[in-house]
């Protein structure tokens, strides 16, 4: 599986848009972009996930560049609640391929 | 909703004792894993099983044995605990979504300290 970057930490404002990027440049073909959070003492919890077209859920968008080699979440009207680690991930479509997550990007969301 | 279950959300051990972390899952999925995080170091998987009685070294399998003698319950043993397995433990399941992409779905973790 390809690695990932992303930044370690980032602040945002309740009620804006939060970015947060990754880098994944070494993705190849066949392997999907995945996002995870994790809120403080939980699990991890998935939010989206996509190959090459951008993606959009309940929670947020995903926007993967045309290269395939970075991508953004879109958290559209941050609140606290989403303060959260956030991971970004890519893995193939092999069942039994190893998993790796990075150290993510703490984000913090501010009243 | 899908839900897996750690048996215990803190343990605490003695250096040398046999510990076991239970996982069970709901939702008939064939992929379990086991996951440990530390401060700055994100998740690192432990081991992993695609089917029963099947398993699969992760990166850090060192210290550390896997049992899953029925497809809903995943558990990770320690044979002998030392102070360094200190670490919260997450367990995960998945199955294969449509579109050939694989979902983790993670349980609460357990907190487990080696004294």
């Known amino acids: 599986d390809a690695k990932t970057t992303q930044p370690p930490s980032m602040d945002c404002a309740e009620g804006r848009a939060a970015n947060l990027p990754c880098n994944h440049s070494?993705?190849?073909?066949?392997?999907?972009v995945y996002w995870y959070r994790q809120i403080h003492s939980q699990g991890p919890q998935y939010i989206i996930h996509g190959l090459k077209n951008n993606e959009t859920n309940e929670m947020a968008s995903l926007i993967i560049t045309e290269d395939r080699k970075s991508s953004t979440l879109i958290l559209p009207h941050a609140t606290l609640r989403d303060t959260a680690v956030y991971y970004c991930?890519?893995?193939?479509?092999?069942?039994?391929?190893?998993?790796?997550f990075g150290a993510g990007t703490q984000v913090v969301v501010t009243p | 909703d899908v839900k897996v279950t750690q048996s215990s959300r803190y343990l605490v051990k003695r250096t040398g004792e046999k510990v076991f972390l239970e996982c069970v899952q709901d939702m008939d999925h064939e992929n379990m894993f086991w996951y440990r995080q530390d401060p700055g170091l994100g998740l690192r998987l432990i081991y992993f099983s695609y089917d029963v009685k099947m398993k699969e070294k992760g990166d850090i399998p060192e210290g550390y044995s896997v049992s899953r003698e029925k497809k809903e319950r995943f558990s990770l043993i320690l044979e002998s605990a030392s102070t360094n397995q200190t670490s919260m433990y997450l367990c995960?399941?998945?199955?294969?979504?449509?579109?050939?992409?694989?979902?983790?779905?993670f349980g609460a973790g357990t907190r487990l300290s080696v004294l």
């Open positions: 995960a399941s998945s199955f294969p979504t449509s579109g050939r992409s694989y979902i983790q779905y």
């Open positions: 070494t993705i190849s073909g066949n392997e999907y």
């Open positions: 991930h890519v893995r193939t479509t092999d069942s039994w391929g190893k998993f790796q």
